[in-house]
Nanobody, 122 residues
Framework: QVQLVESGGGLVQFGGSLRLSCAAS????????MGWYRQAPGKQRELVAA???????NYADSVKGRFTISRDNAKNTVYLQINSLKPEDTAVYYC????????????????WGQGTQVTVSS
């Protein structure tokens, strides 16, 4: 099992910045990818950003240029730097971790954090 604990959410004004953190613990060996999904009220959960063990990154088109994902393997922590926040970024942000490349691609066997709320005021 992998436990994920997120922090860093909050209320921020339009154009502001936040940094989300997600610390992994437990059976953390061989984690292939970590990252963030978000879910806004009434919408499906969507991938925001992901980073692999080889530090390859993937971003949703809507956040490219504004969000930056990074990973500290020594601390088993992934970060999401969010800049130029917009009201449409308001959502619960969920950290995820997945062990295998095939599971990452297929969306299987993900571990999830409890979520952290990001609210952007206009």
């Amino acid at each position: 099992q992998v436990q994920l604990v997120e922090s860093g959410g909050g209320l921020v004004q339009f154009g502001g910045s936040l940094r989300l953190s997600c610390a992994a613990s437990g059976s953390i060996f061989s984690i292939y990818a970590m990252g963030w999904y978000r879910q806004a009220p009434g919408k499906q959960r969507e991938l925001v950003a992901a980073i692999t063990s080889g530090l390859n990154t993937n971003y949703a088109d809507s956040v490219k240029g504004r969000f930056t994902i990074s990973r500290d393997n020594a601390k088993n922590t992934v970060y999401l730097q969010i800049n130029s926040l917009k009201p449409e970024d308001t959502a619960v942000y969920y950290c995820f971790a997945v062990r295998l490349y095939k599971d990452y691609v297929l969306g299987n066997n993900y571990y999830w954090g409890q979520g952290t709320q990001v609210t952007v005021s206009s």
